[in-house]
C-alpha cells in the first residue's frame, strides 16, 4: 500500500531490489485498501510520487489490486518479465482470512524479506494523535483507548491531570551498518555544484520530493541537512517531530535525489560550513521553518480534528460485524 510512506517502506524496497536486477513495486489502488483495510491516508497519486522517488525502485505498477489474482499474477510474468513476487514476513490476510499471496506461493515465485521493526503506518498515526497534550482525556473516554490502540500502548504517559507527555514513542535503534545501507557512499567530485537545502522532513512526504528533486536540478551533488529533535521543537513545539533525527534521517537517504545528509545539521549556515563541503548554492522552500508558532498550532488542530474524525470512522470499519 505504501501509505504514509515511512523508512521502514523504503528498507523494504532496498531489500527487494537486493534479491534481483529491477524492482517492479505495485501500488495498490485507494478502492483497493478501502476494501480491505479501511481508506487511505495518502492518495494514490501521492502513493505513486513517493514510490518513484526511492532510489532502489526501476518501475512503478499503478492500481494494482490488494490481493495476488491469477490474472494479475499472469499479467507480472508475461508483460513485466517479473521473475518473483516479494512481500514482508508479516501476514497479508483478505478479510476473509485467507493469505493475498496464496497464488504466487503455489507457483514457487514467492520470496520474502524481513519486514522492519519499530514502525508502521498505523505507529505514525498514534504517534500524530498523541500530540495533543493540552486535549484532556477525561472529556472522551475513547480518546486514550484509541490512543493505545494505535501506539500499541508503548510509551503512553497519561498523568493524573489528565493529560499525555508528547510523542517520545519510537523505538527504531539506529545503527551504523543501516546507516551505510541507506547511503549512496560517494562523495561530490572535485569540480561538482554542491546545492544545500536543510529542513525538519519530518514524516516525509510528496512535497518534500518535490523540493528535492527541484533542488536536485540545480546542481550536481545535493547535501540536506536533517535538523536535531531539539531544533524542531523549539521552532515548531514541543510535539515536533513526530519521526525522530534518525528516522527522518532515513526516509531523506532513500530519495533518488538526495547524494548526502548531515545527520543534525545547525540552524544557522555557518561560512566554515559552506567551506568545508564546497557548498554552491543554498536552497529553501517558500515556507518558512520559523512559521508563527500559533498560526502554526491553529494549523495542526484543524488537521488533527479531521484525523480524530478519520481513525474514528477507520476503527468503525474494522469492528464492524
Known sequence: CFDMMHYGHCNALRQARALGDELVVGVVSDDEITANKGPPVTPLHERMKMVRAVKWVDDVIPDAPYAITEDFMNKLFNEYNIDYIIHGDDPCLLPDGTDAYALAKKAGRYKQIKRTEGVSTTDIVGRMLLCVRERPVSDNQSHSSLQRQFSHGHGQNIDDSGFGNGTKISHFLPTSRRIVQFSNGRGPGPDSRVVYIDGAFDLFHAGHVEIL???????????????????????????????????????????????????????????????????????????????????????????????????????ALWTSP
Not at 259 to 270: F, K, T
Not at 283 to 309: C, K, P, S
Open 213 to 315: 528533486r527541484l533542488a536536485r536540478g540545480l546542481g550536481d551533488f545535493l547535501l540536506v541537512g536533517i535538523h536535531t529533535d531539539q531544533t524542531i521543537s523549539s521552532t515548531r513545539g514541543p510535539h515536533r517531530p513526530i519521526m525522530n533525527l534518525h528516522e527522518r534521517s532515513l526516509s531523506v537517504l532513500a530519495c533518488r535525489y538526495v547524494d548526502e545528509v548531515i545527520i543534525g545539521a545547525p540552524w544557522h549556515i555557518s561560512k566554515d560550513m559552506i567551506t568545508t563541503f564546497n557548498i554552491s548554492l543554498v536552497v529553501h522552500g517558500t515556507i518558512a521553518e520559523n512559521m508563527d508558532y500559533t498560526e502554526v498550532m491553529i494549523q495542526i488542530h484543524m488537521l488533527l480534528q479531521l484525523l480524530w474524525a478519520f481513525i474514528i470512522s477507520w476503527i
